[in-house]
């Protein structure tokens, strides 16, 4: 199973962009995208911005995966 995650563009540099997913910074390739700019949400998978959502999905999403983790960290 395949896992993209939403992160925020927080800058651009070339055809490179920085994410930050939950306080955790990346670089990110840009390639697959059309007018990324910075302060757009992203789906990022295998280190590539493969596509732009809103930021409400965006959060949501987030919320659910912290949920997700916390159930599995409660199974211990």
């Not at 962009?17 to 670089?27: S, W």
């Not at 302060?39 to 295998?46: I, K, Q, R, T």
């Not at 280190?47 to 983790?69: C, P, Q, T, V, W």
């Amino acid at each position: 199973m395949c896992l993209a995650v939403p992160a925020k563009i927080i800058k651009i540099e070339n055809d490179i962009g920085t994410v930050d997913l939950d306080g955790v910074t990346r670089p990110v390739s840009l390639l697959l995208l059309e007018q990324a700019k910075v302060g757009d949400f992203v789906l990022v998978h295998a280190g590539f911005a493969i596509h732009k959502i809103d930021e409400s999905r965006a959060r949501e999403s987030l919320e659910m995966l912290r949920a997700s983790l916390a159930l599995l960290d409660d199974g211990d």
